[in-house]
């Protein structure tokens, strides 16, 4: 089975000035002249979610000669546009299948905001229609809002709210492609088995950085390969193939350069929250079982940002006898913090053992739990991966870049979207980050990205309780687990081959 598909979004129709008819009608008579079989819009049809302009709309999609799919956006659901949307267009949610291929459509607004959410029922319904089209060779799940953080789109908001959940539903149940629109910025990512395309503005005049309206190519070919491609109106194109490839488990073949114990949220402080016999136990583990190279802790070491509590973080601290790194979390700069990190603990500063380069970035902010890197801190965390491209690069943050599952997601780092073409752009070996009470490894292109959960708070959102995680890097290939604090059961988290190029290689 061999299918094309065009993904348009976006179009905001109106009878003002945010429309572009002409744009609309070029892209549609295009499509309408070339071999797809069928149309995915992703939302944003209308403007505003009222009356005239889903009669308008209902006339302008008419244009489009091919099967059609349509996917609510957040502006078609305003002023209860939702209801309109059922009248003029079409069904909110719904399966589309043919042959080997099925497209699963879900609605992700929420009434008058701009922000998603795939919960309750709806994620129910997802999670059922995909184990019913669990048989299907290609797996399409077709939504308004972003999973992953997008480059070029201001500050990174409204993504779905249980982000991370949606986005472990589809790997676990290796659905091939997300398609989305929402931030009017076209991208394409693989999320270890997953494409992940967002289709930029189709004929709406609110187009970031000076780009034009485009829409996507999607080419699914029967030997496994789906092809994603960025059309400009101005004949532009950028595509990338992909090849369908079932999850294996690597076995190392070659030796173990490193080991590092990844942790995060200690929060150290008298509050009845704070687990000191597991924090102790922890280490005890760490110093005399696990033995590794580097300690790493990713932010919150204490609860807020006092003199007590960070002369207790600091004796727990003196006893782990490894080599250490610590950047700050949020709560430890609240109060007295900023200045009581450095004095505790120094400024975080670049780290090299061999052929690693560890690379702390701080993202936390004053009394916010929103992080920001910055664009200074942008050129920064870029420049300092330029230096060190002889080196396996590690970059070490507080705050998460990928959504964390059964968190809330409200774009904890606000330039989470450019961070992330950053670090894979500039091809960081590997990412920590500690933010979201959970764990979570993942890789996003060629770099994989760890989270640690809570080693030693009882407000965690982890079923496998308070851990740490364990890092074993070789010559061939990464290895991550983590490892429960107080029974010391392990859980793999992930294993990745290195592709890129590295020192010893």
């Not at 049809?45 to 005239?52: I, R, S, Y």
């Not at 489009?64 to 002023?79: E, F, M």
């Not at 089209?133 to 809002?145: E, G, L, P």
């Not at 970031?208 to 109106?233: F, L, P, Q």
Request: aromatic share 10%; net charge neutral.
């Amino acid at each position: 089975m061999e299918m094309k598909i065009a993904h348009i979004s976006d179009t905001h129709i109106t009878s003002g000035e945010a429309y572009k008819g002409y744009a609309y009608d070029l892209i549609a008579n295009e499509i309408n002249t070339l071999d797809y079989d069928i149309v995915v819009h992703t939302g944003d049809v209308t403007n505003e979610g009222l009356k005239e302009e889903y009669e308008r709309a209902s006339y302008e999609l008419k244009k489009i000669q091919k099967p059609l799919i349509v996917v609510p956006g957040n502006h078609d659901a305003r002023n209860v546009g939702y209801e309109l949307f059922e009248k003029y267009i079409g069904p909110l949610n719904g399966v589309y299948e043919k042959d080997d291929l099925v497209i699963i459509w879900v609605d992700s607004t929420i009434p008058d905001l701009s922000d998603g959410r795939i919960g309750g029922y709806k994620f129910q319904w997802l999670k059922e229609k995909l184990e019913e089209y669990s048989h299907k060779k290609f797996k399409i799940v077709a939504s308004h809002h972003h999973l992953v953080p997008l480059p070029d789109t201001g500050r990174e908001r409204n993504v779905l709210f249980n982000a991370g959940d949606v986005l472990d539903l589809l790997l676990k149940h290796e659905v091939n492609l997300y398609i989305c629109g929402h931030k009017h910025v076209p991208n394409i990512y693989k999320v270890e088995g997953l494409i992940v395309a967002n289709a930029g503005c189709t004929s709406c005049r609110k187009i970031r950085k000076g780009d034009v309206n485009s829409y996507n190519i999607i080419k699914i070919k029967e030997d496994g390969k789906i092809s994603v491609s960025i059309k400009r109106v101005t004949g532009e194109i950028a595509r990338r193939e992909f090849k369908i490839k079932k999850q294996r488990i690597f076995v190392p073949k070659k030796r173990r350069l490193l080991r590092i114990v990844q942790m995060s949220e200690s929060n150290v402080s008298d509050r009845v929250y704070f687990r000191e016999r597991i924090l102790k136990n922890a280490i005890k583990a760490i110093n005399e079982k696990y033995k590794p190279d580097l300690v790493i802790h990713c932010g919150d070491v204490v609860d807020v940002g006092t003199e007590r509590y960070y002369a207790k973080a600091y004796e727990f601290w003196e006893k782990i006898k490894p080599e250490k790194i610590i950047v700050p979390g949020h709560n430890d700069i609240t109060y007295l913090g900023y200045e009581l990190f450095r004095e505790y603990f120094g400024e975080p500063k670049i780290l090299e053992m061999d052929s690693f380069a560890f690379i702390p970035i701080i993202s936390a902010q004053y009394e916010t739990p929103i992080g920001v890197v910055g664009r200074i801190g942008q050129k920064i965390l870029k420049q300092h991966l330029r230096e060190h491209e002889d080196k396996f690069k590690v970059v070490v943050m507080h705050h998460n870049i990928i959504p964390i599952p059964r968190s809330r997601e409200i774009g904890f780092l606000e330039d989470g979207g450019n961070v992330l073409k950053i670090l894979t752009e500039e091809k960081a070996e590997l990412v920590l980050t500690g933010h979201g009470g959970n764990t979570l490894g993942i890789k996003v292109e060629e770099t994989p990205i760890i989270n640690a959960g809570s080693i030693s708070w009882e407000l965690h959102r982890n079923p496998f309780g308070n851990s740490f995680n364990l890092i074993d890097i070789y010559e061939d290939m990464i290895a991550a687990f983590e490892i429960q604090a107080t029974w010391g059961s392990r859980k793999l988290l992930g294993i990745w081959k290195i592709k890129t190029k590295v020192p010893w290689a």
